[in-house]
């Protein structure tokens, strides 16, 4: 998995192996589960953090997200992001510093300009009082040497909704109420303190239980393991750990394509923008930050996972159904009741993978051929390929696409801002693509390898699929069976 630090995933990831281990073996209690810490750190020099005491507590709050569980018990949260105390302790409690660079000089015009008595002189230079200061950033555009610095730390600098502050003692807190679930924090700080729930105990007792489980995987699967590597070669590993199953997600990606694309032609009778709805991160800012868009403007229309999970379970009402993909929204989404024939279960490629490193599996080519979508609904994972395959699908019905305007983003700033011009009436364009990601899913939080390297491969996988259409393709599957609306209703 890419992230910033090659000692963090490799940390992460022998802790969900073990997990995995211990849950296929029965014995997933609180003595192996030490055992599984004092073999990380034995002591009695720490391997990567100042003790080993803290090295401990740090494991043992990662073991119990591995397991679905709090981080910190002292502190339930039904969030899917949550933080890991023990590791939240190193970055500087203030975002405004004096540096070296200052002179102490006679004119004080930081102290001057300071509205909250927050600047007061040191010994050899100014100092700020992290209590009284209120980050308006004054005290360094008034400083004639640019010695005062705006350094914010990395998890809420990569935050695109606001959602995390700091206690009294300076650690992180999330704002549930606020929170999109988007796993930006997670993979932006440096010291691993933010982590998400991971469902791999529940799956693997599933599978033990003789339970038909099935997977579904993300069209940005292709490209992340290599050019070698398509669906098939992933299909064929699952199947080996005991999945029932799996089914590429870019199928419901032509479904949700070619349901949004009659919402689309209906909005542009009713004079009415809309945006799209496969993104969760996206879909939860517009709930929690845009109510009256959230009412108003979204499509109606059921992601593609649910699409492909409502398919499958109206096949087999008792199977279970895992999504895998780049995603952490993906695991807030499958945990909305009100979403009928919901996904059961999400995972990410790194828990993917240490899941079947837990029983020795590894993902290698196979010559099968496999395809389940189009070419539409294989590239919704990237940037603009949603509102591709929308207008493709309304192309097909017979529709004129050549005045429609649309706005693609990705990334929340873009996404904030044209919802922003929604909300005020000045957004030009007729649709909204919303992506949270940069890139799209492609450049989602939990990727296996560079955004660049995905693209590369990802070309040379997706030119060997053939072109079917997306109502072609759709026709293989009894799309009457199940609904397509978030409510249910057909």
Avoid at 155 to 170: F, M, Q, T, V
Avoid at 282 to 294: A, D, E, G, R, V
Avoid at 396 to 414: N, P, Y
């Amino acid at each position: 998995m890419i992230t910033n630090d090659k000692g963090l995933v490799e940390l992460k990831h022998h802790v969900i192996r073990e997990v995995c281990r211990m849950a296929w073996d029965g014995i997933l209690n609180h003595e192996e589960r030490e055992r599984v810490v004092y073999n990380m750190s034995p002591g009695p020099k720490p391997t990567y953090r100042c003790c080993v005491y803290k090295e401990r507590e740090i494991i043992r709050g990662r073991i119990r997200l591995a397991m679905g569980m709090n981080p910190d018990v002292n502190k339930p949260t039904k969030n899917v992001v949550a933080v890991i105390p023990a590791a939240c302790d190193d970055c500087p409690i203030q975002d405004h510093m004096v540096t070296d660079s200052c002179r102490f000089c006679l004119g004080k015009a930081c102290l001057n300009a300071c509205r909250f008595g927050a600047i007061s002189p040191g010994d050899t230079k100014m100092k700020i009082d992290p209590n009284k200061c209120k980050s308006c950033g004054q005290c360094a555009k008034a400083c004639p040497f640019g010695a005062i610095i705006h350094s914010q730390r990395p998890c809420k600098r990569s935050c695109p909704a606001g959602a995390i502050s700091y206690d009294e003692n300076g650690l992180c807190m999330i704002d549930e109420e606020k929170c999109i679930h988007c796993g930006h924090c997670i993979h932006a700080c440096p010291f691993g303190a933010i982590g998400s729930k991971i469902y791999v105990v529940d799956i693997i007792h599933a599978i033990q239980e003789g339970k038909r489980v099935i997977a579904m995987c993300a069209p940005a699967t292709e490209g992340q393991f290599g050019k070698e590597i398509g669906m098939a070669s992933v299909r064929a590993a699952l199947k080996k750990i005991g999945f029932a199953d799996m089914v590429e997600v870019g199928l419901g990606g032509d479904m949700t394509a070619a349901w949004e694309a009659k919402e689309w032609i209906e909005a542009r009778k009713e004079g009415r923008k809309m945006t799209t709805s496969c993104c969760p991160a996206f879909i939860s800012l517009m709930h929690h930050h845009f109510p009256q868009q959230y009412e108003e403007n979204k499509s109606m229309t059921v992601s593609p996972m649910v699409a492909v999970s409502r398919y499958l379970k109206s096949q087999d009402p008792d199977c279970v159904t895992v999504f895998i993909g780049p995603c952490i929204a993906k695991k807030g989404e499958t945990l909305n009741e009100n979403i009928v024939d919901n996904a059961d279960y999400a995972m990410t490629y790194g828990e993917m993978v240490a899941l079947l490193d837990s029983k020795q599996v590894e993902i290698t080519p196979v010559k099968e051929d496999y395809q389940e979508a189009s070419l539409y609904g294989k590239r919704f994972a990237g940037s603009g390929g949603v509102a591709s395959a929308v207008l493709e699908a309304m192309q097909e019905m017979g529709e004129d696409t050549s005045d429609i305007t649309l706005a693609r983003c990705a990334g929340g700033d873009e996404c904030r801002k044209a919802l922003l011009l929604l909300r005020s009436g000045k957004l030009k364009e007729d649709f909204i693509e919303g992506m949270i990601c940069p890139g799209g899913c492609v450049g989602g939080p939990s990727k296996h390898q560079t955004e660049s390297i995905v693209e590369r491969d990802r070309s040379t996988l997706l030119s060997a699929a053939d072109g079917r259409g997306i109502l072609e393709n759709l026709k293989r599957y009894p799309m009457d069976q199940f609904s397509m609306f978030r409510d249910g209703h057909k």
